[in-house]
Nanobody, 124 residues
């Protein structure tokens, strides 16, 4: 059974950095697009960044220039490097894999595999 497990969340001051990791098991995801979503209290879950199997990236306008998504296929792991963090980045962050190989998606319904989430809190 395929599983995704996030790590790396925590409390950081505004302007700080964090790197989230998403380790996959039970299936190789090198041919799957991967995404990072986040959900803040009282808000809908939103796509923050996505990375296709071919290397194409997508970033939400709110994180462009600050966040970088990458993957290490040998480790079956996806990363989200977050720099210049702001209080509005506070949320639970989830990694996800799309429904089928070589698919790319921007909506929650495009993704079938989800991690349990990791909390990121940006506060002084």
């Amino acid at each position: 059974q395929a599983q995704l497990a996030e790590s790396g969340g925590g409390l950081v001051q505004p302007g700080g950095s964090l790197r989230l990791s998403c380790a996959a098991s039970g299936r190789t995801f090198s041919n799957y697009a991967m995404g990072w979503f986040r959900q803040a209290p009282g808000k809908e879950r939103e796509l923050v960044a996505a990375l296709s199997s071919g290397g194409t990236t997508y970033y939400a306008d709110s994180v462009k220039g600050r966040f970088t998504i990458s993957r290490d296929n040998a480790k079956n792991t996806v990363y989200l490097q977050m720099n210049s963090l702001k209080p509005e980045d506070t949320a639970v962050y989830y990694c996800a894999a799309v429904n089928r190989p070589y698919q790319f998606g921007y909506r929650e319904n495009d993704y079938s595999y989800w991690g349990q989430g990791t909390q990121v809190t940006v506060s002084s």
